[in-house]
């Protein structure tokens, strides 16, 4: 998994703008939860797909940042969560042990 840091909302922006040409993935992340370490976990295992651009954001670190995704896409905030954003807009947000790489692709059919 090559995960690319999300840290602040000018690389918010950025990963809005590459939304409207290849899907984007949030993958948000307590550092401090053993279920999203475990997720994370699963993630990292699994074979993620060259079509979509994943992207990591420490939750404890970045709290604000958290905050303002869950708003500016209208999705109630929890941990583990994934956001999958195509044109930017959410198309598929899901939470703690249901998160699986297969049902990424899915929501992109890449399965």
Not at 41 to 57: G, Q
Not at 96 to 107: G, L, R, V
Request: overall charge negative.
């Amino acid at each position: 998994m090559n995960w690319i840091p999300l840290e602040n909302t000018d690389e918010l922006e950025a990963l809005l703008t590459r939304s409207n040409h290849r899907p984007q993935v949030i993958f948000k992340h307590s550092t401090r939860c053993s279920v999203s370490s475990m997720i994370k976990n699963r993630l990292e295992r699994s074979e993620a797909p060259p079509e979509i651009d994943f992207h990591y954001l420490n939750l404890i670190r970045f709290r604000a940042l958290s905050n303002e995704i869950a708003t500016k896409f209208d999705v109630h905030h929890e941990s583990p969560q994934v956001l999958l954003i195509e044109n930017g807009e959410c198309i598929y947000a899901e939470d703690h042990s249901a998160i699986h790489m297969e049902e990424i692709k899915e929501q992109i059919n890449l399965a």
